[in-house]
């Protein structure tokens, strides 16, 4: 089978909004996404990559999310890349094991802004993405991430780059070279994870997903066969060469967004430290025991379950995203989990000192919930103080699919992000309805 | 040991001018590669490029070489990166498998466009770079190219990147730095080989090596060992993830620039079909045979030798830039070598119908030559006519180090490919006396 051409043959023929779990979803996702990227419109990293792109000039026709600017298709997709997933704010996927929509959105939002689309194309460009970006996460395994790949930029890369394609409805064998141009320019090393280039990679990911569909555009000469044989994108990234079940089976039927579907953040840290979060929150509530007498926490994980949360130590908020100690040590401590605490400055000394009592474990004897999200992960907090133990476990943190955000908790996060009620109205009400927008114009014009 | 450090504290301090034999040659591999990227000028895909451009805006303060315009750093790196390897006639490393300069000067040449930097410095970044390139080359080993990636674009992305940081004179932490944001971005496959997309995955080298010096100049966070551990640039992309001892032995003893050395084409093709082009010349001057009798071509390598010509039956002569069989029945044929037959247009009837006369075939019996360039490689070429077999084997081929090509070949190549004496003197003689230069405004002017 030609995976690619086979690929490109469904995505064409595809028309996900009749589905209205789906159509729902993207909505929320697109709230959720903006919500996300507002909250970090103050970020450092956001102002130096302003200055970055000042040097190399261009059109002005693309919003800057949050920063009344606006730059070329290609900056601007960098920069709202970036921006979506500065803080670990926004939407996760168990099947990727990573970001969907901070890649796939800012590179359908460059394309808006430069061509007449539907807000209905627009969303379904959206579902298609998210579904791709899932599938491929399905097919290259497991073993992609733990070697070191950063999912969010190496499938985010392809998926985005599908999504505009679906946007421009492109012809299969357009498809077939989109992706090709798109493979061969993916990258990112989790290497990266813990530093401000992290979140770039969403950005290169969009940037580059839209240079893909342009190298299209102008008829520029590129394989039709990406993802297939022995150097191919799986020969090459995964293990598998041809993993065309995971790829194709039941398409159509439902749709990756909502099933599994996306997990919305109500923690600006990495999706997983959100189950240790959960219960630190729970045992520091009931109030068992006071913070002095705590002698040692043990965080139990499945093995591998911890791998995104790379810093032990961490010194800073920033670096605490990644940090399941910081996190456990905040909510024990009765400190908040929002975006105050997780800013590029140096973590409070009462927190520091207490980090070493806190101790990771895997263990294989527990049997995880046949619900848990993601799938086999389980995280165990067990404190102990004056000789007791408290124990709480999570399977399926508050945000992931099953215990999903609503609508009125994700308008209650665009409103904390961006502090601004008539904004904040504005935008959800234009979200809400946009399937029935003839252009995205409205929405484009206030970000 | 730390081997992002240890590169960049060996970069850091390194003066490789000093040695007028990789002074020297670098003037060559300039006036090569400029002459290379002056041959591809009016190239379909170039055409295209600009087309692509001219929708981002930008500021025009690069020179775009041949085209009278000019661009910003970045796009100017991505088309100067595809136009020095279009035609496939730009040099190639044996340690780097793959094509240095085409990736390491149009980033240089971006930088001095935009700052006031000196001949001497541009020549001691362009020699670090193919140092680089060609130690990252043999530290990978060579299962990263058979795997299916293009080297010029991995490992060119990461030696640019440190070019680039070598003219701006950076910290050695800036150094580390700038090779993570660099080895993040890497990518490039080979299943593009045989399309338009190949060279332009020197553009994309160039280009993302810019924007990783960028990134590091505007203090944006990113890790200082993206080459070390388990999941780091040769862990990720390689076999052995500590490759340290070919890295870094004899480091400045000598320059990889002339030792193997830089290998300059006299045909526009894959440089894997020379071996065979020279010994058919060599069948075909000697008159031994009418074409008309011949009945059977066999064309011997060693196993693997024959990775890069991916294509066996080329409908055009750009496809026939990797093909054995197409080189080697125009030079039967005595038809030129030349640019003008391998231009995106279909081949001749004559030779189509003599392709299926030629077979290829891997010898083990046969013992490589120990001055063969690449080590290891020889190619056979044996044709029957009338009963009687006619054999040349080539183990050195013309341009290849060892058989190079002196500065009067070269500046004859430049001549060939600009038509125009007076500017072929004019860029020529600049590049002679580079060294003493001030700056580089002399040269970019006249691109």
């Given at each position: 089978?030609?995976?690619?051409?086979?690929?490109?043959?469904?995505?064409?023929?595809?028309?996900?909004?009749?589905?209205?779990r789906?159509?729902?979803?993207?909505?929320?996702?697109?709230?959720?996404?903006?919500?996300?990227?507002?909250?970090?419109?103050?970020?450092?990293?956001?102002?130096?990559?302003?200055?970055?792109?000042?040097?190399?000039?261009?059109?002005?026709n693309?919003?800057?999310?949050?920063?009344?600017?606006?730059?070329?298709?290609?900056?601007?997709?960098?920069?709202?890349?970036?921006?979506?997933?500065?803080?670990?704010?926004?939407?996760?996927?168990?099947?990727?094991?990573?970001?969907?929509?901070?890649?796939?959105?800012?590179?359908?939002l460059?394309?808006?802004?430069?061509?007449?689309?539907?807000?209905?194309?627009?969303?379904?460009?959206y579902?298609i993405?998210?579904?791709?970006?899932?599938?491929?996460?399905?097919?290259?395994?497991?073993?992609?991430?733990?070697?070191?790949?950063?999912?969010?930029?190496?499938?985010?890369?392809i998926?985005?780059?599908?999504?505009?394609?679906?946007?421009?409805?492109?012809s299969?064998?357009?498809?077939?070279?989109?992706?090709?141009?798109?493979?061969?320019?993916?990258?990112?090393?989790?290497?990266?994870?813990?530093?401000?280039?992290?979140?770039?990679?969403?950005?290169?990911?969009?940037?580059?997903?839209l240079?893909a569909?342009?190298?299209?555009?102008?008829?520029?000469?590129?394989?039709?066969?990406?993802?297939?044989?022995?150097?191919?994108?799986?020969a090459?990234?995964?293990?598998?060469?041809?993993?065309?079940?995971?790829?194709?089976?039941?398409?159509?039927?439902?749709?990756?967004?909502?099933?599994?579907?996306?997990?919305?953040?109500?923690?600006?840290?990495?999706?997983?430290?959100?189950?240790a979060?959960?219960?630190?929150v729970r045992?520091?509530?009931?109030?068992?025991?006071?913070?002095?007498?705590?002698?040692?926490?043990?965080?139990?994980?499945?093995?591998?379950?911890?791998?995104?949360l790379?810093?032990?130590?961490?010194?800073?908020?920033?670096?605490?995203?990644?940090?399941?100690?910081?996190?456990?040590?905040?909510?024990l401590?009765?400190?908040?989990?929002?975006?105050?605490?997780?800013?590029?400055?140096?973590?409070?000394?009462?927190?520091k000192?207490?980090?070493?009592?806190i101790?990771?474990?895997?263990?294989?004897d527990?049997e995880?919930s046949?619900?848990?999200?993601?799938?086999?992960?389980?995280t165990?907090?067990?404190?102990?103080?004056?000789?007791?133990?408290?124990?709480?476990?999570?399977?399926?943190?508050?945000?992931?699919?099953?215990?999903?955000?609503?609508?009125?908790?994700?308008?209650?996060?665009?409103?904390?992000?961006?502090?601004?009620?008539?904004?904040?109205?504005?935008?959800?009400?234009?979200?809400?309805?946009?399937?029935?927008?003839?252009?995205?114009?409205?929405?484009?014009?206030?970000?």
């Amino acid at each position: 089978m030609e995976i690619t051409k086979k690929l490109s043959e469904l995505v064409y023929s595809s028309y996900p909004l009749k589905d209205k779990r789906a159509l729902e979803m993207a909505k929320l996702g697109v709230i959720d996404y903006l919500a996300s990227s507002f909250a970090a419109r103050d970020d450092e990293g956001v102002q130096k990559l302003l200055k970055l792109i000042e040097e190399e000039g261009g059109y002005q026709n693309v919003p800057i999310i949050g920063q009344n600017k606006k730059a070329n298709f290609l900056q601007s997709a960098l920069i709202n890349g970036f921006l979506g997933h500065a803080l670990d704010y926004d939407d996760v996927h168990s099947d990727v094991r990573g970001h969907p929509s901070t890649v796939i959105l800012p590179a359908l939002l460059s394309l808006s802004s430069c061509e007449n689309v539907s807000g209905e194309r627009f969303l379904s460009a959206y579902v298609i993405g998210v579904e791709v970006m899932a599938r491929l996460g399905q097919a290259i395994g497991s073993d992609h991430y733990i070697k070191g790949w950063h999912n969010t930029a190496t499938l985010g890369t392809i998926a985005a780059s599908i999504a505009c394609g679906y946007l421009k409805n492109v012809s299969v064998e357009t498809f077939q070279k989109v992706i090709g141009f798109a493979a061969t320019q993916t990258g990112g090393m989790r290497a990266q994870f813990g530093t401000e280039t992290k979140p770039l990679h969403a950005g290169f990911a969009a940037r580059n997903a839209l240079q893909a569909l342009k190298l299209a555009e102008i008829n520029f000469g590129g394989t039709k066969s990406a993802l297939d044989g022995d150097s191919g994108f799986f020969a090459l990234y995964g293990e598998d060469p041809a993993p065309s079940a995971l790829l194709f089976s039941r398409w159509g039927e439902e749709w990756k967004i909502y099933s599994p579907g996306l997990w919305f953040k109500i923690y600006p840290f990495c999706s997983a430290a959100h189950h240790a979060a959960d219960a630190a929150v729970r045992l520091s509530y009931k109030n068992e025991f006071r913070i002095e007498d705590v002698t040692n926490v043990k965080i139990s994980f499945p093995k591998g379950g911890d791998a995104a949360l790379v810093e032990q130590n961490p010194q800073t908020g920033e670096q605490g995203r990644f940090s399941v100690e910081y996190v456990v040590a905040l909510a024990l401590h009765k400190k908040a989990l929002g975006l105050e605490n997780f800013k590029n400055k140096c973590i409070d000394s009462s927190i520091k000192t207490f980090l070493p009592r806190i101790e990771r474990v895997y263990r294989e004897d527990v049997e995880p919930s046949p619900t848990a999200v993601p799938k086999g992960r389980f995280t165990i907090v067990e404190v102990e103080a004056n000789g007791a133990t408290f124990t709480e476990r999570v399977d399926l943190p508050k945000g992931a699919p099953g215990n999903g955000l609503t609508f009125e908790e994700l308008q209650e996060k665009m409103s904390s992000a961006l502090q601004d009620e008539e904004k904040t109205v504005k935008i959800v009400d234009e979200i809400q309805q946009l399937e029935r927008s003839q252009t995205m114009g409205k929405l484009l014009d206030v970000l």
